[in-house]
């Protein structure tokens, strides 16, 4: 008998509906599960006491805009096979899989890979199990399925991704200029020459995504205190390795290591965290009862580099950087009905190139507060 799961989701005021077997056995994989137990800013809740919410619903969020982007496509009598369509789906599903332990503040850190190769391997870990169910998904995330339009569903610079984190991030934390026309951007996507395009009508919204994203970005993903917390966590990681090299370290190599990598979440973190509290060690000891206490060092940002402190785990510098729009990568293009499809850069009159292709570099200082 079919399975048929309604998941409410209040980011869409609604319900998430999901009766594909094989969809369903994805989320209720082991792999998948312990997305409920990552947050999806990280420390942010620190700053904005909402944001707790998870990867395992934004994954979820981002599978319900691929069903109606997919939808609104075969409308428009693009052709998207069923098994396209659970393939797109698939890759949607999973594109985050790979994130440790409070998302990406630990990138890179428990494990020297970057969380989309981490990705990869935990599809095609689950792919076998699978018995090749996920070989379409696999093939659409790494962009080698010939329907190149169906990869940018899943990461282009106007994504599925993209569209449900603005919107669910901007819900959590209350900050307003996340809020962007999703239904409106999806009922105006459209493939032409196998290249996700916005039909005209939908330039302004899709103006108003790109701005809301620069400004999502300092408001709450590169919030100043939200970094201080950040720089605290790594301060305390790196500390507990210097005292034990075992601590947290995984070997991407190693035969268990998907196993393993995929037992750790915020929660071992943080239990840890509270565990050294009571460190022989003084500054793990410190740095611990900061971040649990809240005590987080000052931070002060600039628009040219601070002069580098002495070295120390309570004190440092760092860069921050914020462009909204990548002209490296697949611009976002304009379809219009006489057939003519423009870069978002001409066919907008509101952003210019030199807006899109400005990237504004910020320079922070952190060390305990006076």
């Given at each position: 008998?079919?399975?048929?799961?309604?998941?409410?989701?209040?980011?869409?005021?609604?319900?998430?509906?999901?009766?594909?077997?094989?969809?369903?056995?994805?989320?209720?994989?082991?792999?998948?599960?312990?997305?409920?137990?990552?947050?999806?800013?990280?420390?942010?809740?620190?700053?904005?006491?909402?944001?707790?919410?998870?990867?395992?619903?934004?994954?979820?969020?981002?599978?319900?805009?691929?069903?109606?982007?997919?939808?609104?496509?075969?409308?428009?009598?693009?052709?998207?096979?069923?098994?396209?369509?659970?393939?797109?789906?698939?890759?949607?599903?999973?594109?985050?899989?790979?994130?440790?332990?409070?998302?990406?503040?630990?990138?890179?850190?428990?494990?020297?890979?970057?969380?989309?190769?981490?990705?990869?391997?935990?599809?095609?870990?689950?792919n076998r199990e699978m018995d090749g169910a996920l070989t379409t998904a696999?093939?659409?995330?790494?962009?080698?399925?010939?329907?190149?339009?169906?990869?940018?569903?899943?990461?282009?610079?106007?994504?599925?991704?993209?569209?449900?984190?603005?919107?669910?991030?901007?819900?959590?934390?209350?900050?307003?200029?996340?809020?962007?026309?999703?239904?409106?951007?999806?009922?105006?996507?459209?493939?032409?020459?196998?290249?996700?395009?916005?039909?005209?009508?939908?330039?302004?919204?899709?103006?108003?995504?790109?701005?809301?994203?620069?400004?999502?970005?300092?408001?709450?993903?590169?919030?100043?205190?939200?970094?201080?917390?950040?720089?605290?966590?790594?301060?305390?990681?790196?500390?507990?390795?210097?005292?034990?090299?075992?601590?947290?370290?995984?070997?991407?190599?190693?035969?268990?290591?998907?196993?393993?990598?995929?037992?750790?979440?915020?929660?071992?973190?943080?239990?840890?965290?509270?565990?050294?509290?009571?460190?022989?060690?003084?500054?793990?000891?410190?740095?611990?009862?900061?971040?649990?206490?809240?005590?987080?060092?000052?931070?002060?940002?600039?628009?040219?580099?601070?002069?580098?402190?002495?070295?120390?785990?309570?004190?440092?510098?760092?860069?921050?950087?914020?462009?909204?729009?990548?002209?490296?990568?697949?611009?976002?293009?304009?379809?219009?009905?006489?057939?003519?499809?423009?870069?978002?850069?001409?066919?907008?009159?509101?952003?210019?190139?030199?807006?899109?292709?400005?990237?504004?570099?910020?320079?922070?200082?952190?060390?305990?507060?006076?």
């Open positions: 008998m079919n399975k048929h799961k309604i998941i409410n989701d209040p980011v869409y005021d609604g319900f998430l509906s999901v009766d594909d077997p094989v969809i369903l056995q994805v989320i209720d994989h082991p792999f998948f599960q312990r997305q409920r137990r990552i947050k999806q800013l990280g420390l942010t809740y620190l700053v904005y006491p909402g944001a707790m919410h998870t990867r395992f619903s934004h994954m979820l969020g981002a599978l319900n805009l691929m069903g109606r982007a997919l939808e609104v496509l075969k409308q428009k009598e693009v052709e998207i096979t069923d098994a396209e369509c659970r393939g797109a789906k698939l890759a949607i599903l999973l594109h985050d899989i790979g994130h440790g332990p409070f998302s990406h503040t630990s990138e890179r850190v428990l494990v020297d890979v970057e969380h989309e190769i981490l990705t990869e391997m935990f599809m095609e870990r689950m696999i093939a659409i995330f790494k962009n080698e399925y010939p329907k190149h339009f169906l990869h940018q569903l899943v990461s282009s610079q106007l994504d599925m991704d993209r569209l449900d984190y603005l919107g669910r991030d901007s819900f959590f934390t209350g900050v307003s200029e996340g809020i962007v026309g999703t239904d409106r951007i999806i009922s105006m996507l459209n493939v032409h020459d196998d290249e996700l395009v916005v039909d005209e009508k939908g330039i302004y919204s899709i103006e108003k995504f790109i701005i809301s994203r620069r400004l999502m970005y300092w408001q709450v993903y590169m919030h100043k205190t939200v970094i201080a917390a950040d720089q605290v966590l790594l301060a305390i990681l790196r500390r507990a390795r210097e005292l034990d090299p075992t601590t947290f370290r995984f070997d991407p190599a190693a035969p268990d290591f998907l196993d393993r990598f995929a037992e750790v979440d915020d929660d071992d973190i943080m239990v840890a965290v509270k565990h050294w509290q009571h460190s022989d060690d003084e500054i793990l000891r410190t740095l611990c009862r900061n971040l649990v206490s809240r005590r987080l060092p000052a931070i002060k940002l600039s628009n040219t580099p601070f002069e580098k402190p002495e070295a120390s785990y309570f004190t440092g510098t760092g860069a921050l950087h914020n462009r909204s729009y990548d002209f490296n990568d697949h611009e976002i293009k304009v379809l219009y009905k006489d057939g003519r499809c423009v870069p978002i850069s001409d066919a907008s009159d509101q952003l210019d190139r030199h807006f899109l292709e400005k990237q504004v570099t910020k320079y922070y200082l952190f060390r305990p507060k006076e």
